[in-house]
């Protein structure tokens, strides 16, 4: 048995402190058990054509939804939800709510779909896009699980 952060309750908690004290970012910790059939996908994310390169890396786990690492990447990198976004995964779009409730047009909505069940392998790679005008595209490759 590990240890790990409650990732859904933790990003839950610190985006309506992101919302209400903006970038104050106050954290609370939480630790459950994970069970057997847990797994930890560790992914790089990087931002696409800028030099020098601006990344992050995460650890979720596989029962995180697409909701979950979109609100995670929105901490990462400071961001508040405001603006659309889109996944685009196995050639599919999908998109989750900004803060006020709009998706984007194309993408399938996807809150309640789980890492696991897009059936991610090692070194595979997805794209992430937010803020269409800005048009911050992001590639996101799965480094270990």
């Known amino acids: 048995m590990f ?3 409650n990732t859904l309750e933790f990003l839950e908690k610190t985006l309506k402190l ?7 970012i106050y ?8 069970s057997d ?5 560790q992914f790089k994310i990087h931002l696409k054509d800028i030099s020098p390169m601006i990344w992050r890396r995460l650890l979720i786990q596989n029962h995180n939804t697409l909701k979950d690492l979109h609100y995670i990447i929105q901490i990462l990198m400071g961001w508040t939800n405001y603006h659309l976004n889109e ?23 996807a809150a309640n779909i789980t890492l696991e069940e897009l059936k991610f392998r090692k070194n595979e790679k997805f794209l992430y ?12 490759r799965l480094e270990k699980i």
């Not at 954290?27 to 994970?34: A, I, R």
């Not at 059939?37 to 996908?41: A, D, E, G, L, Q």
């Not at 896009?129 to 996101?140: I, P, S």
């Open 27 to 34: 954290v609370t910790k939480k630790l459950v058990f994970m």
């Open 37 to 41: 059939n847990v797994k930890i996908y």
């Open 3 to 5: 240890l790990i952060y």
């Open 87 to 109: 996944f685009m995964i196995h050639g599919q779009r999908y998109t989750i709510p900004n803060t006020i409730g709009n998706t984007s047009a194309c993408g399938e909505y």
């Open 18 to 24: 992101i919302h209400a004290k903006w970038y104050n």
């Open 129 to 140: 896009t937010y803020d269409f005008t800005a048009n911050w595209r992001f590639e996101l």
